[in-house]
């Protein structure tokens, strides 16, 4: 039986591990490589990373970081951040990436994704659909860190995606990312409900609880961690944490 | 080239009669018993503040009672700092046993051993006690490593020290609290001499100005003017529960291991990475100075150990966890040549650069002060504000 | 040495790095002459199955192998494809495998309305099946990251060492003599790869 994924998901921006909050103000976490370790001993079942600038800043992943990561770390992982051809996608799983996960670029051409899974599969390509509610509540998928408003629906466009091959869909709410608040369920459950691949809820977790309930009442098959794993509490210092494998287990398995 | 780093051979020097520093340790003076300065200065700060004594408990407790009543109406009482070593662990212990209520704060300085992490981790979240942190660009933090090792001084990672007093003091300051309290305890450390670890803010900016490459922007500098900030405007005082009373290191580590799985990371200091390449490879290759003599002389002269056995250790080279070399070279980006290069730079030490030694020396009175009221360690009066250098 | 072979498939840093990890030094190698004097082998892959036995069959890595697992007998450890390519062929290829182990590849093949898929990717929980010396210590849950779309089934039984569930039982780990199969990645499934690979080394 395989089981639910629960993944922290760290943010890249240039050579160091940061936090943002409803993508903008960003705190430091620290050394990619030294979280890696810490993340090792923890026993962590999946890690992602994603370069929160590279698509703004134009420019390539940084592939040297990336193989240092996967030297250090001893289970699946998945990479996110201007990935925009072929080329790129290859190099990411040469140096032992197992999943890439595309945004802005599926806008840009949106083709690509199609591309990708063809030549790696689906299960391979994850596509990222970043969401924020505008002024009159309506859910908006927004590109580029969430600087770009797509004015898309993201049920009709994780439809789209879904379609073009994707495998999985990292569905990050904007509004919640940060804040400790717990997931966006009616967000989570709307998209999830929609489609046939899994949905990784993203953005907002504060408690296993919360990761219940989203797997629970929102059918998420999956669930990213943020500030949850890399501060000890909400508004408390950094310390590099996961939560309790057995208080995970009891949580999913409870209906 | 391969170096073999050797422990430190004590043969043929004057060693102090009851602990084992030797001729060579800066500023040392031995008296007609053979007994060294820094062994008086210890006896005089036991007597000064009643180590192990009924007075200096009694001391102690009307500070720690000082400390209640101050901090009554604030979220946290006291800060503690927290390094994922046995001093500081067993600090938050017994902070809780005494019925304060600490913020335990932390200074990442990136180069943390997952150990260290994990143990900070372990013991606050079954203590159930809040953390705060400062944590520096990663990249920051190795711009200024490189800028040390470039001035070819013995404080490779003083850095860090400070940005750990500046770290602490920011959390009082967020709080409100009026009271640090820190692990340290000359029982079992020692006073380590002044030549062997030199820090001030000017120092940092100084170093950082002549071989930095980008922007200082997260380091917590403590300029003077912050000092002063913290210890005359704001009077937030500083402890150290250790110099009243009785302190076995080994219990206090075999009580974290058994209570919260604490591990052990191989010695003093070796839980953050850069601070144990500081120790075990960079200060004895460079300036054949190795500063577990510290804790060994101070184990010597508590009779925990004896002196020969003390000696013998420190014949022994000391602890590396292997590959530390090589992941500091990697990290920090030097290839082999033009690391050795640096290596072989003359030494210099803080003296050649501008820091604030004069003015500490200048204000010794104003500090003997605050030294008095806890507002700053005696040990920084005693080492900072001589015109000797000790 | 503890040679792990280089044949242009699989992300061979990984290994390296976990047997480092535990304390082993290897050498990842496609040189003929390092080959034939390994003490150990590991046989990795990841892609298909007849590109990786064309890559075997058309240098002399196929021979040096067979020489150093059927006559010299020395251990040798296929992960993922690399166990698949032990069998006598695949489903998904044409060519025929290495056949050093009696035993099949076939394709995952579930319904379209199935909630089952393929690719078999992700964590699973595995059990034993027969005793073996990889599986030394395999007490309480052990689980793997299994990522493939072809799976293995033993002739004989006596072969099979582990097993795990995806949609049907399969082979999770295969044993014949000096010759050993895992198809999960024990470079990527932390303390549970740490121990088998472990195992591996102490053989």
């Given at each position: ?116 899974a063809q030549a790696f599969g689906s299960q391979s390509v994850i596509v990222a659909l970043d969401v924020k509610k505008n002024l009159w509540g309506r859910y908006q998928v927004y590109s580029l860190s969430g600087t770009t408003n797509q004015k898309r629906d993201p049920v009709d466009w994780a439809r789209e995606m879904e379609e ?92 | ?287 054949g100075t190795d500063n577990r003599n510290n804790s060994l002389a101070a184990a010597a002269r508590a009779g925990l150990i004896s002196r020969e056995a003390a000696i013998k250790i420190y014949r022994e080279p000391p602890y590396m966890e292997p590959e530390l070399l090589e992941y500091f070279k990697k990290r920090l980006g030097f ?56 | ?125 595995v059990h034993r099946s027969s005793a073996s010396p990889l599986t030394a210590g395999f007490d309480g849950e052990f689980r793997f990251y299994f990522v493939h779309s072809y799976y293995v089934r033993v002739d004989d039984e006596r072969h099979s060492i582990l097993k795990t569930h995806h949609g049907l039982e399969f082979d999770a ?31």
């Amino acid at each position: 039986m395989l089981r639910t994924r629960i993944i922290p998901c760290l943010l890249l921006r240039g050579e160091s591990l940061v936090k943002t909050v409803n993508f903008r103000k960003f705190g430091y976490i620290g050394d990619p490589l030294n979280t890696c370790r810490i993340f090792n001993e923890l026993e962590v079942d999946e890690l992602a990373f994603l370069d929160i600038t590279a698509s703004r800043e134009q420019r390539q992943p940084n592939f040297k970081i990336l193989q240092e990561i996967t030297n250090e770390c001893f289970m699946p992982l998945s990479y996110g951040g201007g990935i925009r051809d072929l080329d790129t996608a290859e190099r990411i799983f040469q140096i032992g990436f197992e999943k890439i996960v595309v945004n802005t670029a599926s806008f840009t051409n949106p083709g690509i994704v199609s591309q990708l899974a063809q030549a790696f599969g689906s299960q391979s390509v994850i596509v990222a659909l970043d969401v924020k509610k505008n002024l009159w509540g309506r859910y908006q998928v927004y590109s580029l860190s969430g600087t770009t408003n797509q004015k898309r629906d993201p049920v009709d466009w994780a439809r789209e995606m879904e379609e073009r091959g994707a495998g999985e869909l990292l569905l990050t709410s904007i509004d919640r990312e940060g804040t400790w608040k717990g997931f966006d369920l009616h967000l989570v459950r709307t998209v999830a409900d929609a489609l046939s691949i899994p949905v990784i809820a993203h953005g907002g977790c504060g408690s296993v609880a919360d990761i219940g309930s989203v797997v629970h009442q929102a059918h998420a098959s999956a669930v990213a961690l943020g500030s949850m794993v890399v501060y000890q509490q909400q508004g408390m210092g950094v310390l590099v944490n996961f939560p309790e494998r057995e208080h995970l287990q009891q949580i999913l398995s409870a209906e | 080239m391969k170096r073999v780093i050797k422990g430190k051979d004590l043969s043929g020097l004057q060693v102090c009669s009851r602990c084992i520093y030797d001729e060579t340790v800066p500023g040392i003076v031995f008296d007609q018993e053979g007994v060294c300065n820094y062994c008086r200065m210890l006896e005089s700060l036991q007597e000064q503040y009643g180590t192990g004594t009924p007075r200096g408990e009694k001391a102690l407790m009307e500070i720690i009672d000082r400390i209640k009543k101050e901090g009554r109406k604030k979220q946290y009482d006291c800060v503690v700092g927290v390094s994922g070593g046995t001093d500081s662990s067993f600090m938050v212990v017994k902070a809780l046993e005494w019925g304060l209520r600490p913020l335990a704060a932390h200074y990442d300085n990136t180069w943390n051993t997952a150990i260290a992490t994990q143990n900070i981790r372990k013991v606050l979240s079954k203590l159930k006690v809040d953390l705060y942190t400062h944590v520096i660009d990663n990249k920051e933090a190795d711009d200024i490593i490189r800028a040390f090792f470039k001035a070819s001084v013995p404080d490779l990672d003083c850095a860090t020290d400070l940005a750990l007093a500046e770290t602490l003091y920011r959390a009082a300051g967020k709080y409100g609290i009026k009271y640090i309290l820190e692990g340290h305890s000359f029982v079992t450390e020692g006073i380590s001499p002044l030549g062997t670890l030199y820090m001030d803010g000017k120092y940092i900016r100084s170093v950082h100005r002549l071989f930095g490459t980008m922007p200082m922007k997260t380091f917590p500098n403590m300029p003077f003017g912050t000092f002063m900030k913290w210890v005359v405007l704001k009077r937030i005082k500083k402890i150290r529960p250790l110099w009243y009373i009785n302190y076995s290191k080994a219990a206090a580590r075999a009580y974290l291991e058994k209570e919260f799985g604490w591990e052990d990371y191989g010695g003093h200091h070796l839980e953050n990475r850069i601070t144990a390449f500081h120790h075990s490879y960079y200060n004895p290759a460079k300036f054949g100075t190795d500063n577990r003599n510290n804790s060994l002389a101070a184990a010597a002269r508590a009779g925990l150990i004896s002196r020969e056995a003390a000696i013998k250790i420190y014949r022994e080279p000391p602890y590396m966890e292997p590959e530390l070399l090589e992941y500091f070279k990697k990290r920090l980006g030097f290839a082999d040549e033009e690391f050795e290069k640096i290596m072989s730079l003359p030494r210099k030490t803080f003296r050649d650069y501008p820091t604030y030694k004069k003015r500490f020396e200048r204000l010794r009175p104003l500090f003997y002060v605050l030294a008095k009221a806890n507002l700053v360690p005696m040990s920084f009066y005693l080492k900072y504000t001589s015109k000797n250098e000790i | 040495m503890i040679t792990i072979v280089n044949y242009g498939l699989g992300n061979l840093g990984s290994i390296f790095n976990m047997l480092k990890k535990i304390g082993f030094a290897s050498k990842i190698t496609s040189d003929l002459d390092e080959i034939a004097q390994a003490e150990k082998i590991i046989l990795p892959g990841v892609g298909h199955f007849d590109r990786a036995m064309e890559r075997l069959d058309q240098t002399e890595l196929r021979k040096v192998l067979d020489h150093k697992a059927l006559k010299e007998q020395v251990p040798l450890l296929g992960i993922c494809l690399g166990m698949q390519l032990l069998t006598r062929g695949s489903e998904e290829g044409s060519l025929p495998g290495l056949g050093w182990v009696p035993a099949a590849t076939r394709r995952f093949r579930f319904a379209a309305d199935s909630p089952l898929k393929v690719p078999h990717m992700g964590w699973n929980v595995v059990h034993r099946s027969s005793a073996s010396p990889l599986t030394a210590g395999f007490d309480g849950e052990f689980r793997f990251y299994f990522v493939h779309s072809y799976y293995v089934r033993v002739d004989d039984e006596r072969h099979s060492i582990l097993k795990t569930h995806h949609g049907l039982e399969f082979d999770a780990g295969i044993q014949k003599d000096n010759i050993f199969g895992v198809q999960f990645h024990p470079e990527k499934s932390h303390k549970f790869g740490m121990i088998l690979l472990e195992n591996f080394m102490r053989l």
